[in-house]
Structure formats: structure tokens, C-alpha cells
């Protein structure tokens, strides 16, 4: 597994580090023997880090090219370092420090996301565009209240992988290869020193437990699917039926035979890997379903498909992010869609209830009756007269033409959380003030 577990490298010395330190503490190697490793092992991670190590598939992974190679620097003095720990809380202690620092990049990247939507959507908050059920015009809204929906996805996927690390941040060095160990060992100082909160409890489930894998291939599934639907939202309005929004022609590419054609392909590329993301996850579900206690050599799968999975959506979120910023409303065809459809209806049946007495069901008749004749007339309710909407409902004040006004239509959606604008400014001010 060295091709795929070298990526480890990194984990690998720190925890070898941290494990001499401990035996050297608890004197059960000698100090000078164990200083003797610790030089070694950062003579090691210099050779790697300056692309000078040979790895060597002869020594099968990460663990045992280290080994090899600081027998060759210190000699003899290299088989201290194994004492007191096995292969199986090795890896697993390596494997939970990379997914620690793989979230915190994630999660970082989500940050630098969201603030490029709350950008796009501090100059769009007197866009009006069509809200959507079904595909279909449904009510008025502010693009930047549409924004601010993935904000609050994104939004919960930094807290799902908050969450993974928080459940992660138990160590397993010291669980041996499943029983745990004879020798005085001081877990509490290794958990410490390579920062997690405290030891595992249970040295068989130390070895054998995948769910922080599964966590994170899972929170990655459920990233990859918010951005996928955004990407899907994008190459649809971006088409020529819908034409509601402009991508800057560096995130489009042409095509080999059409000269005219301007596609989105990022946006397309993103929505197509999403699959692979829940591909991850299947397979490492599939795995783990079947394995009785403790560990098996079918777990060497996690690497794989945690280190693809990482790379997959990392990508996909600094796309998402390009596509965000090349991102153009087109605020007269948004303003003239949202006219379409009849999507103040509703206001008149709520206009209804709050000015004529009339129960929600009455009023929403009433407005299916106006609808309806809108229809026959061809027309939208915008563009009926007073005399025209009298004829659906007698003893109505002038003022009912309001509205039909797409942009009362949004400002009179103060409900918190609703769509009108007083209320969106207070939640981009809200959600800048919590990304500081």
C-alpha cells in the first residue's frame, strides 16, 4: 500500500516522535537511544519532504519504509521504536491526524466559499427573480435570499465535519494490535502531545472502528450533493430558454465544432463527480458491513477512498467558488420571469384574508377565480385593471393593486427568514459577523 499510504508520511514521524518520547519518559528505552530515533526520524521527514526518500514497495507501507530506512541512518537502535505499539494503532493513530487536518482544509475552504456567496449576494438584494416549486414560477423572491439558501447549506456542512473532528479527537496509540499492551505506557501524555482530547477506551474498538471514516467520507457525500445542486441550478439558468444568469467566459468552454457555443463545463464537471463522492462512501460502507471484531486487511480500502474523496470535493468547493464569483444576474429577465407564472397570487388570497374577513380557503378561491380569467385574457395580474379584479371580488380598496407589484410582493414577506429585504440585510449582517 505505499503508493497510497506515503500521503501519511507526515503522521507517521510525528506519532513515531511522540511514541519515543513517551518510552523515553516511562524509562523504557533509554534516553539517549531514543533521542538517537527522534533525530533519525527528522532526518526522515527532511529526505521526504525534499522528494529524496526512496520509497520501496519491497517494504509493503509508510510504516515499515520509515523503519527500514532509520535502521540504515542509527543502526540496531531503530527496533526500540516499535515497542509497545503494533501496525494496527499505528495506522489508525496516522490515519485520524490526516483526517483531522484534511476537515480543518475543508472547512476552511467552505468559509471562503460562503463569503463569496454573502459578496454575490450584497449586490443582488433588490434583484427580484422567481422563487421555484417544481420548476414552475412560484412566488417572488430576492436572488440574494436564493443565494443565502446554500449559504445555509454550506453552513452545515462545516458544522458536519466540526462535528467529525470533535468525534475523532480520541487517540488509539497504545491499543496495540488488540489487547492493549504489558509495558507502563502513559496514553494520556501521547493523546496529549499529538492533540487529541483523551485516549480511546477500548482497545478493540480502537483498531477496529472505521465510523470516523465513514463520517467523513459521508459529510463529503452530503458537501458534494449542495454543490451539485447549485451547479445544476446554474447550468439551467445559464441556458438559453432560461437566460436568468450570465458565467464569465473563463469558467465556459467552446466546442470542437460549434463555434458559437459557450458551455459550463466546471459547473457540469462538478455535478458529474458528486457521484464518485457517494461512491466513496458506498464502498466503504460495503467493506465494513461484514467484518467481525478486530481488524482485517479488507480496511486498507479507507485510505483510498478517503484520500480521493478529499481531493474530489476540495476541488469541487475552489470551483463552486470560481463559478460563484463569475456568477451575473440578469436582473431584467429575472424582474420580467418573475411576472410570469401568476406568482402574486397568493398575495391577493392573503390580501383577502387580512382586508376582506375571509378564511385562507375562501380567499384562495377568490384568487384561482382571478387567475383564471387572467388567463383567458392573456394577461398577467400585473397588467389588470381595478375594474378587471372587481369582477372576481366586489368591495375591494384601490390599494389591492399593491399587490400584484412583484417587489411589495417580496418586502411583505417579513416573517424571519422570509425573503423581504430588511430581513436579508440583517442576515448578511448577521452571517458576516459569524465568519469573523
Not at 519504509?65 to 499505528?90: M, T, V, W
Not at 509495558?183 to 485516549?199: A, C, H, Q, W
Not at 377565480?369 to 398577467?380: F, I, Q, R
Request: aromatic share 10%; hydrophobic share 40%; with cysteine.
Amino acid at each position: 500500500s505505499i503508493d497510497i499510504d506515503k500521503r501519511l508520511f507526515e503522521e507517521d514521524i510525528f506519532g513515531s516522535i511522540v511514541h519515543t518520547k513517551m518510552l523515553i519518559k516511562q524509562k523504557i528505552i533509554k534516553k539517549k537511544v531514543g533521542v538517537k530515533i527522534i533525530n533519525g526520524l527528522k532526518k526522515i521527514r527532511v529526505e521526504i519532504r525534499r522528494n529524496k526518500f526512496v520509497f520501496n514497495k519491497k517494504y509493503e507501507d509508510i510504516h515499515l519504509n520509515i523503519e527500514k530506512r532509520l535502521f540504515e541512518i542509527i543502526g540496531e537502535n531503530a527496533g526500540y521504536l516499535h515497542i509497545a505499539r503494533s501496525r494496527n494503532d499505528q495506522v489508525i493513530t496516522d490515519f485520524r491526524l490526516w483526517i483531522k487536518k484534511a476537515s480543518n482544509e475543508i472547512i476552511q475552504n467552505l468559509h471562503n466559499l460562503i463569503k463569496s456567496f454573502l459578496k454575490k449576494s450584497e449586490t443582488n438584494i433588490h434583484t427580484i427573480m422567481p422563487g421555484f416549486t417544481h420548476l414552475k414560477n412560484a412566488q417572488p423572491i430576492s436572488f440574494a435570499h436564493y443565494l443565502l439558501a446554500y449559504v445555509e447549506m454550506f453552513k452545515r456542512d462545516k458544522k458536519r465535519f466540526f462535528s467529525n473532528i470533535n468525534y475523532i479527537d480520541e487517540c488509539p496509540l497504545g491499543a496495540g494490535a488488540l489487547a492493549g499492551t504489558s509495558y507502563k505506557i502513559d496514553r494520556n501524555f501521547t493523546s496529549k502531545k499529538l492533540g487529541f482530547k483523551k485516549p480511546t477506551d477500548n482497545s478493540i474498538d480502537s483498531v477496529a472502528d472505521r465510523d470516523f471514516v465513514l463520517d467523513f467520507l459521508s459529510s463529503a457525500s452530503i458537501c458534494a450533493m449542495h454543490i451539485s445542486r447549485f451547479a445544476e441550478e446554474l447550468i439551467i439558468w445559464n441556458s438559453d430558454i432560461f437566460k436568468l444568469v450570465k458565467i464569465n467566459d473563463k469558467m465556459l468552454t467552446g466546442s470542437s465544432m460549434m463555434p458559437q457555443k459557450k458551455n459550463p463545463d466546471p459547473a457540469e464537471l462538478i455535478r458529474g463527480r458528486a457521484g464518485r463522492n457517494f461512491g466513496f462512501l458506498q464502498a466503504m460502507l460495503t467493506t465494513m458491513k461484514g467484518l467481525p471484531l478486530s481488524y482485517y486487511k479488507d480496511m486498507q480500502e479507507d485510505k483510498t477512498l478517503v484520500f480521493n474523496s478529499y481531493d474530489t470535493l476540495l476541488e469541487s468547493i475552489i470551483i463552486t467558488n470560481e463559478l460563484v464569483k463569475s456568477l451575473k444576474a440578469n436582473k431584467n429577465r429575472m424582474l420580467n420571469l418573475s411576472n410570469e407564472g401568476y406568482t402574486t397570487a397568493t398575495d391577493f388570497s392573503d390580501y383577502l384574508v387580512q382586508n376582506n374577513n375571509l378564511s385562507f380557503r375562501e380567499a384562495y378561491k377568490v384568487s384561482a377565480k382571478l387567475v383564471n380569467y387572467a388567463e383567458k385574457k392573456k394577461k398577467k395580474l400585473n397588467e389588470l385593471s381595478f375594474d378587471e379584479v372587481k369582477k372576481v371580488k366586489k368591495n375591494l380598496n384601490k390599494n389591492v393593486m399593491r399587490v400584484f407589484d412583484v417587489t411589495n410582493s417580496v418586502n411583505l414577506k417579513t416573517s424571519y427568514g422570509g425573503t423581504a429585504t430588511k430581513n436579508i440585510k440583517k442576515m448578511i449582517f448577521k452571517l458576516k459577523r459569524e465568519l469573523k
